[in-house]
Every structure is written in structure tokens, then in C-alpha cells.
């Protein structure tokens, strides 16, 4: 079955400074990963994905996320965050063998102190 | 992108009471749609694959005639969290797959927060 492991439960940053979020995941397939931003009081919302291609993916916002198939890895980026990124991040992976189901991680809270 | 909205927002109910929740795809015909619970703090953990005319899927532990699951069109899915207890009290999700937007992208509705007293 596949798994997805986020190590950093609560991150506290200032602003400007920069941001990497932590992903990982189990299944060695084929898979197709997400990563999801869900800001207080609001819905899930897609910040970027990897379906094949270029391994570096550019999101929403001033995100990205690399895809490093050796480490099993899809960490988050952000060279300089705003107040306005504090949310919870979830990491999300899919695989054909799995029946396309999403499997999310366990979710990274950002607070972003002005 | 594509918007899925659920509702309630918000419902507290006794407990021994029936609850429907309704996820609606708003500008896209979703075959399949899914449900989610959020407990606190914790990841979102898939309950059930609801497909448009046919029964769900449900994922292991999760009791059928508890949470029924209905897909009667192509842009609503119902959950029914039957004879609701405390222990039910959860942050529920769907989503909805736009198959016009690629196999796995999955849009999700703003959740239903149960209150089971």
C-alpha cells in the first residue's frame, strides 16, 4: 500500500524567510504527486502537481516542488514567504496500481509571523 | 479551476439522528466523486469512492450502513452519516474528479463540520 510521510508537523517561520516542506513516499511505481495548501477556514485547494516531465514544478504563489525519484521525495519550496501562506500542506500521492486513489500525508501547519 | 460545494458548512444534531451532507460539482458532470474524514490535528483519510450510478466503495473500517453513500446524478453525491453518535463528530470532505482536467486531479468542497451531542 502507499504511504505518504510529512516530517514537519508544525513549522514557524518569519517573514521573508524561506520555506521547504518536507515529502515522502512509499510506493516505487509510477505515481502522480500533489501537493495541497488548505488556508484557516477554507477548502482544500491545489498549489501544484507532478504528473511526468521536468521534475521541478512551479505552483501557485511563488511555490514549487522537486520530484526526486531516487529519495522518493517531493519537497515543497518557497524562497520567501508571506504572512498570507499560513495554512496547512498536504502532501498527496496517486498510482495507478492503487486505483488512483489519493493518499494524503499528515499535513505540515505553517505559521508565517509578520 | 473547477468548484465542488458541500453542504452544510456546519450541523450539530442529537445524537440517535440522521444527518445528510451534499457534495455538488458546480461547472463540471463528476462521476466520481469522494468522501473524506478529518479528524483534529490529523490527515484527511478516505472513507468511501462514490460512483454515479452504482454503489460506493468503501475503504476498510468503514461501516456501509453508517455512512450511505448516495451518486444519483452526474454533479451531486450524498452522505447520510445514520443514527449519528459523538464518537461520529468529525470534519467531513468531498471531492469531486474532473475528468477534463486529467485522471487524478480531484477538486474539494469546504467540509461539513459535525457536532454529534
Known amino acids: 500500500a502507499q504511504s505518504v510521510s510529512q516530517h514537519n508537523h508544525h513549522v514557524i517561520l518569519s517573514e521573508a524567510a524561506s520555506l521547504e516542506l518536507g515529502c515522502n513516499y512509499s510506493y516505487g511505481g509510477t505515481v502522480n504527486l500533489f501537493w495541497y495548501v488548505q488556508y484557516p477556514g477554507q477548502h482544500l485547494q491545489l498549489l501544484l502537481k507532478y504528473f511526468s516531465g521536468d521534475p521541478l514544478v512551479k505552483g501557485i504563489k511563488g511555490f514549487e516542488a522537486e520530484f526526486i525519484k531516487s529519495k522518493f521525495s517531493f519537497n515543497l519550496r518557497k524562497p520567501s514567504v508571506q504572512w498570507s501562506d499560513t495554512a496547512e500542506y498536504f502532501c498527496?500521492?496517486?498510482?495507478?496500481?492503487?486505483?488512483?486513489?489519493?493518499?494524503f500525508g499528515g499535513g505540515t501547519r505553517l505559521m508565517v509571523k509578520p | 479551476g473547477a468548484v465542488v460545494s458541500q453542504h452544510p458548512s456546519r450541523v450539530i444534531c442529537k445524537s440517535g439522528t440522521s444527518v445528510k451532507i451534499e457534495c455538488r460539482s458546480l461547472d463540471f458532470q463528476a462521476t466520481t466523486m469522494f468522501w473524506y474524514r478529518q479528524f483534529p490535528k490529523q490527515s484527511l483519510m478516505l472513507m468511501a469512492t462514490?460512483?454515479?450510478?452504482?454503489?460506493?466503495?468503501?475503504e476498510q473500517g468503514v461501516e456501509k450502513d453508517k455512512f450511505l453513500i448516495n451518486h444519483a446524478s452526474l454533479t451531486l453525491s450524498t452522505l447520510t452519516v445514520t443514527s449519528a453518535h459523538p464518537e461520529d463528530s468529525s470534519f467531513y470532505i468531498c471531492s469531486a474528479r474532473d475528468p477534463g482536467a486529467g485522471l487524478n486531479i480531484q477538486y474539494f468542497g469546504a467540509g461539513t463540520r459535525l457536532s454529534v451531542l
Open positions: 462514490s460512483n454515479e450510478g452504482s454503489k460506493a466503495t468503501y
Open positions: 498527496a500521492v496517486t498510482s495507478r496500481n492503487a486505483g488512483n486513489m489519493l493518499t
